[in-house]
């Protein structure tokens, strides 16, 4: 099982099997939709720009079908792969998408595998072997769709055709920072402003620590209870915190990923500890797509460590 931080704020994503619905327009500015190699489905707009499109309420076919309007120099997409996209999602005869991030504002990350809380079939089709920074037309039937059941909530019937515009983003430049970059403002108890240019990463665990306090030494089989904020290093975004979410969190130390673990063992008890982790530290070549993270995001946490002891069943 994968070894989980904490609760993450989930991504919504009709892409994945658990999907909800957008009631947003699609929009009637912009291109005007073109032909493209799939028979009734035409699409308008260059990639990075919400696309328009056009597509036929008789659309039939037993079988995915996958264009790619405009191709990407980036790495080639395989299965496992954690990718960043955005898209529109329309059923064929709609004149507005049932989901999209453009109108959501929020490209989605997801892992490109099928199953249960993952992606459709269809769409791990058409994202397998495309290259990042491509524009990919994908037509879906209900076998690899939603299937009998469909999706009633966002009106996707058993016989639903699912078309899907996806441009598949390319990550910024990384480069290699360090905690040195990173500036933290606010004391202990107080939730923390955290500063840095994006696109940051590091090779190693990276420990600072900003204000010691005077309480016992945490131990590594400890459990905790800490304040803390998670910012994605790629996109300087936060992705996870106690502060947000309006209480302290208690777990056992030998319980999370070993960058926070490393971060708070041999730390005393009263301390702001500032962390910047690599993924074979964090979540892995894998990431956390519910949370945003890709498989080669560095994690910057600041934490606030409350309170430590034993766990009673270890208790003498």
């Known amino acids: 099982m994968r070894r989980k931080l904490l609760a993450v704020l989930l991504v919504p994503a009709l892409l994945a099997l658990s999907a909800c619905g957008d009631d947003d327009d699609s929009g009637d500015s912009g291109p005007a939709p073109e032909a493209t190699g799939i028979e009734g489905v035409s699409v308008g707009g260059e990639y990075g720009d919400k696309p328009t499109f056009d597509v036929d309420s008789t659309l039939s076919l037993d079988s995915t079908q996958v264009e790619t309007l405009s191709e990407g120099d980036g790495e080639v997409v395989k299965s496992g792969d954690s990718v960043t996209v955005n898209y529109l999602a329309v059923i064929a005869g709609s004149e507005q998408p049932f989901d999209s991030s453009w109108d959501r504002g929020t490209p989605a990350t997801f892992t490109v595998e099928s199953g249960p809380n993952n992606l459709i079939p269809g769409l791990v089709q058409a994202l397998e072997g495309q290259r990042l920074g491509s524009r990919v037309v994908a037509a879906v039937p209900p076998s690899d769709g939603f299937g009998e059941a469909g999706n009633p909530d966002v009106g996707i019937q058993s016989d639903s055709i699912l078309v899907f515009v996806i441009d598949l983003l390319q990550p910024p430049e990384v480069k290699s920072t360090s905690l040195s970059d990173v500036t933290v403002t606010g004391k202990f108890g107080d939730e923390p402003e955290v500063e840095f240019e994006p696109a940051m990463s590091v090779e190693e665990t990276e420990i600072k620590t900003l204000s010691e306090g005077d309480g016992e030494v945490v131990q ?21 915190s106690s502060w947000t979410s309006g209480q302290p969190a208690t777990f056992a130390l030998d319980g ?15 301390s702001r500890v500032l962390v910047a982790i ?36 270890q208790e003498q």
Request: proline share 7%; hydrophobic share 30%.
């Open 278 to 313: 690599p993924p074979k530290d964090g979540y892995g070549t894998s990431g956390n797509p519910q949370a945003g993270i890709q498989g080669t995001d560095t994690l910057v946490f600041v934490i606030d460590i409350i309170k430590a002891a034993q766990p009673k069943q």
């Open 220 to 240: 590594e089989t400890d459990e905790v209870t800490v304040n803390y904020r998670g910012i994605n290093g790629r996109t300087g975004e936060e992705f996870d």
């Open 256 to 270: 999370v990923v070993p960058g926070f673990s490393k971060a708070i063992a041999g730390q005393t008890v009263g």
